[in-house]
């Protein structure tokens, strides 16, 4: 009887360590994936903000410069 228990307890030990092993095995390759696609994202987001940034840093120091050229009325 204790032959028996120790055999049936080894298998379900044994089945438990396969079955968790390749369920982290999978989970580890889904999560690269998904570190894969967002730093895809980030690089992507990134260079279209430098992009934009290019685009609208020299109409907002043309802004900045006309606000600075107009003479504001002075009240006395």
Known sequence: MALTNFIITV???SAA?????GDVKQSAA???????HIRN???EESA???KSAE???PKELNSQA???DTPK???H
Do not use: P
């Open 30 to 36: 889904i999560f690269r994936r998904n570190v894969r």
């Open 11 to 13: 298998v379900a030990v």
């Open 73 to 75: 009325d002075e009240k």
């Open 55 to 57: 685009r609208s840093t």
């Open 66 to 68: 006309s606000k600075k």
């Open 17 to 21: 360590v396969v079955l968790l092993r």
């Open 48 to 50: 279209s903000a430098a």
């Open 41 to 43: 994202w980030l690089e």
